[in-house]
């Protein structure tokens, strides 16, 4: 497995995972906010192991569980996120912080679905390791913004 692909998908699993552990111990006064989130947590975690797990088989050549997981961790993030949307944060910090988590939402699905695009156009070969880099940079943008905001919501 490339190294950057190896690296991406290390990012992939600390960040998200991290949706469990800051909000469920919140002390902020946003509960509809945190109660989104811990609702979607499980459903991220489970889409982040089928990701790794398709990260582990596509360099022996097994393209499509890769791609169906990235669209489908796409698809829960763009929901999460439009979820999030239509919540009114009930503090400034609230606001801050869903701002930054929906902004952060946006920027890993963008890089999970730019890396599912590369992957689906290497035809099972090698992703070039500047389109890696690229999706791991936008990556980690987002995981920054995404838990700034956790930690604002999180008190």
């Known amino acids: 497995m490339p190294s950057g692909v190896r690296r ?7 960040a998200l995972c991290a949706i469990l552990g800051p909000v469920a111990v ?6 509809s906010l945190r109660t989104t989130l811990n ?20 360099p022996a050549g097994k393209v499509t569980p890769l791609t169906r997981a990235l669209k489908h961790e796409v698809g ?13 944060a009930s503090t400034p910090a609230g606001a ?14 963008s890089a999970y679905g730019t890396l599912r695009k590369d992957v689906l156009a290497a035809n099972g070969g090698p992703v070039p390791a500047a389109k890696v ?18 930690n604002l919501l999180g008190g």
């Open 8 to 14: 991406f998908s290390l990012l992939s699993g600390v």
């Open 26 to 31: 919140a002390h902020a006064s946003d509960d």
């Open 39 to 58: 609702n979607y947590g499980p459903k991220i975690v489970k889409d982040e192991k089928a990701v790794k797990k398709g990260l582990k088989g596509y």
């Open 76 to 88: 829960d993030l763009h929901t999460l996120k439009s979820k999030l949307s239509h919540e009114s």
């Open 96 to 109: 801050k912080a869903k701002t930054d988590i929906i902004r952060g939402l946006g920027l890993i699905a």
């Open 133 to 150: 880099k690229a999706a791991v940079k936008t990556d980690e943008k987002g995981r920054k913004k995404f838990l700034a905001g956790l």
